[in-house]
């Protein structure tokens, strides 16, 4: 019996980039390579930069948005049998219709302060809806996994898969990295600065990267994202603002720029599903100081510095090691590629047809 692949992309509603939007459009675009002749693609009007990735796709139109999104049952009758994946945590009750969801981390049940009760409460109600109402489950890390199955350990009867995600393929070692950040970064060009990417919410644990500026004056520190500092932030690094350097909305070029020239990338983070920085980094060429925690080993292997996210000093010596030790950090450089190739959006994508297979396997076994 034919099936029918049905992907729902209300997360390109949802967002106009983030990395849940680039894992789904990197699967997307590759899976109309596959299965064209049965692959079904819901989505509706949207900024998201992605969408590009996939626009030969025949889409059909569907209401969506961020109301829309609050909705966790697609509402619009589709053809069956059907295996139903939807982007973020959206399910069919169609007869014949299988669910597949991806489950990226466990972040609003562990740090439920970091987001407002409306977001936070929404949030967990459709991943527990999704969860249970799932055939087959996609988690990102074996961590996720574990997570998983700690908070609904009724998923366990599941079809459940460890599905790694990857790193653009424009992080990579450049031929002048020193010539491109004078050019594209002159205030910095000639410091020696740590690197720390993304967002600064509580559990990202940030003021670790204040405090090993602080314990290093020769360095000095380059944050990318995560909006404007708040005031807490700025008292933090009153004494150190010389020497701190911010930067929003960069493009992967000139992020890379920046991943090739630092001393390192510091990621002290308490709590990730997956943890793409430090994947970014690694592939650049650029070492990695990072907390052991949660899915960071998984990622980083053997290739980077793994400190308690709970010990700042532990960071401070992690960095100071490369500082003071060329070798230690052409070793950890080194070893940084050959980790890094073990991730790729192909094997991803590749992973995930597989997964459709087995779960088609297992519901014509369940029916036969």
């Excluded at 692949?5 to 390109?12: A, Y």
Aim: with cysteine; aromatic share 14%; net charge neutral.
């Amino acid at each position: 019996m034919k099936k029918n692949i049905i992907h729902d992309n209300i997360i390109f509603s949802m967002q106009t980039s983030g990395g849940i939007s680039y894992y789904w459009a990197e699967i997307q675009k590759r899976l109309i390579r596959e299965i064209e002749n049965s692959l079904l693609i819901y989505e509706g009007h949207n900024n998201n930069i992605f969408v590009g990735y996939a626009h030969e796709i025949k889409k059909l139109n569907l209401f969506t948005g961020r109301l829309f999104a609050h909705i966790p049952f697609f509402l619009r009758k589709i053809p069956s049998p059907s295996l139903f994946h939807s982007s973020y945590y959206r399910i069919s009750l169609q007869k014949d219709v299988y669910n597949i969801t991806t489950v990226h981390d466990f972040i609003h049940e562990y740090y439920p302060y970091a987001f407002p009760f409306y977001e936070r409460e929404i949030e967990k109600w459709h991943k527990r809806t999704a969860i249970l109402q799932s055939y087959g489950i996609i988690c990102v890390s074996e961590n996720t996994k574990r997570d998983l199955l700690r908070f609904y350990p009724k998923a366990s009867d599941k079809e459940i898969e460890v599905i790694y995600h990857a790193a653009h393929e424009g992080y990579k070692p450049l031929h002048k990295p020193k010539e491109d950040l004078s050019q594209s970064f002159p205030e910095i060009s000639n410091k020696t600065y740590i690197l720390y990417v993304g967002s600064r919410a509580p559990y990202k644990n940030f003021p670790v990267a204040l405090s090993i500026t602080k314990n290093l004056p020769s360095l000095s520190l380059v944050v990318v994202g995560g909006g404007d500092f708040s005031a807490e932030e700025k008292r933090l690094l009153q004494d150190i603002q010389d020497r701190v350097y911010h930067y929003q909305g960069l493009s992967i070029e000139k992020l890379n720029m920046l991943y090739n020239n630092a001393l390192c990338l510091v990621y002290p983070s308490f709590y990730e599903g997956f943890g793409i920085p430090p994947l970014e980094a690694m592939q650049a060429g650029c070492p990695v100081v990072v907390s052991y925690s949660s899915s960071l080993p998984e990622v980083v292997g053997e290739a980077g510095i793994l400190c308690n996210p709970e010990n700042e000093g532990e960071f401070v010596e992690g960095v100071r090691a490369l500082l003071n030790n060329p070798g230690i950090r052409l070793s950890m450089k080194e070893k940084g590629f050959a980790q890094a190739q073990k991730f790729s959006w192909e094997k991803t994508f590749q992973k995930t047809l597989a997964f459709y297979e087995r779960v088609w396997r297992k519901i014509q076994n369940d029916h036969a």
